[in-house]
């Protein structure tokens, strides 16, 4: 099993460009989450997916979309990259649906917005 | 809100050594509590958890306590290995709202040779 994958590993943008940051999971899992995590500020929600077919937003979800694409993947679009949004990006996913006992995190993501 | 407090933010120890890192948490009604280790450059691999109906737990050279009525849980690390080095995060999960985590702000902790 290779758990929870992230693409990709490093990500530079300029202002106003957009992207999609890839997850997925090989776990049967169905609740699914994005988190940010900047220095000092530990780990934020952004948004999660409590199970295939839903999206709910978390603490900061401004300047970001996400796509529960099936029961494996959750991907998060930036449309219009600001500098602001310069961190490391985690997925995540947790057994049951709506329920982040036992969460287990991907690699994460390093983007870079100039 | 929701708040979960974390110390000390950075630890030093000598290997060999135990390492405490302690964390508060707000919602009385929190009932789920893991710890996560963060190697650099990697993402948190869940270490251990423990659940409110239990105090303590431990896991060969880590453990965890809870302790409801003060509202505060901590990770115990004994005979401390290099390998140990990380940053470590508590959190902890409300009873009415588990589709959120609430996590602390990080423990550096280095483990000397």
């Known amino acids: 099993n290779a758990g929870v994958t992230q693409t990709p590993k490093f990500q530079v943008l300029k202002t106003g460009q957009s992207m999609t940051l890839q997850c997925a999971q090989d776990?049967?899992?169905?609740?699914m989450y994005w988190y940010r995590q900047d220095p000092g500020m530990g780990l934020r929600l952004i948004y999660y997916?409590?199970?295939?077919?839903?999206?709910d937003k978390g603490e900061v979800p401004n300047g970001y979309n996400v796509s529960r694409l099936n029961k494996r993947e959750f991907s998060l679009r930036l449309e219009s990259a600001a500098p602001s949004q310069t961190s490391v990006y985690f997925c995540?996913?947790?057994?049951?649906?709506?329920?982040?006992?036992?969460?287990?995190f991907g690699p994460g993501t390093r983007l870079t917005v100039l | 809100g929701e708040n979960v407090e974390q110390h000390p933010s950075t630890l030093s120890v000598q290997e060999g050594d135990s390492a405490v890192i302690k964390c508060t948490y707000s919602?009385?009604?929190?009932?789920?509590f893991p710890w996560y280790k963060q190697e650099l450059g990697k993402g948190p691999q869940l270490i251990i958890d423990?659940?409110?109906?239990?105090g303590e737990k431990k896991d060969q050279r880590i453990a965890v306590t809870l302790n409801k009525t003060a509202k505060h849980f901590s990770l115990h690390i004994t005979e401390t290995q290099p390998e140990d080095s990380a940053v470590y995060f508590c959190a902890a999960r409300p009873l009415y709202n588990t589709d959120k985590l609430i996590f602390g702000t990080g423990t550096r902790l280095q483990v000397f040779p």
């Open positions: 776990m049967n899992h169905n609740s």
């Open positions: 995540a996913s947790s057994p049951l649906p709506g329920d982040t006992d036992t969460q287990y």
């Open positions: 997916s409590a199970s295939e077919g839903t999206t």
């Open positions: 423990i659940r409110s109906n239990v």
């Open positions: 919602d009385s009604a929190s009932n789920y």
